[in-house]
């Protein structure tokens, strides 16, 4: 299983980016993908997750109603489109595979990471 995450770079406060991630191997991957984030000297936190069979979402606090996680079952694909961006948005963020929990002990499968950059 291999996840590729991609669309990290960097935006102004109160613009929009959009991440990706592709997700090979999906047969073994069946619960859901999740993003998490991690800045510099701060751990990684969980942002979003969704299931793959029902399309259920989970955000945590700091995202919610800015960002929107998808996912394209037929390309094994997950989206995070990020609008509203804050400064504090600023991280290094990852995909991973086979949870939509939002604790990263429960991911078994991680991406790359993709930088985010937001300037004030």
């Known amino acids: 299983v291999q996840l590729q995450a991609c669309g990290g770079g960097l935006a102004q406060a109160g613009g929009s980016l959009r991440l990706s991630c592709l997700v090979s191997?999906?047969?073994?991957?069946?619960?859901?993908v999740g993003w998490f984030r991690q800045a510099p000297g701060k751990e990684r936190e969980f942002v979003a997750a969704?299931?793959?069979?029902?399309?259920?979402?989970r955000y945590a606090d700091p995202v919610k109603g800015r960002f929107t996680i998808s996912r394209d079952n037929a390309v094994n694909t997950v989206a995070l489109q990020m609008n509203s961006l804050k400064v504090e948005d600023t991280a290094v963020y990852y995909c991973?595979?086979?949870?939509?929990?939002?604790?990263?002990?429960?991911?078994?499968?991680w991406g790359q990471g993709t930088q985010v950059t937001v300037s004030s």
């Open positions: 991973a595979a086979n949870s939509q929990l939002p604790a990263a002990v429960c991911y078994n499968y």
């Open positions: 191997g999906r047969a073994s991957t069946k619960n859901g």
């Open positions: 969704i299931s793959w069979s029902d399309g259920n979402t």
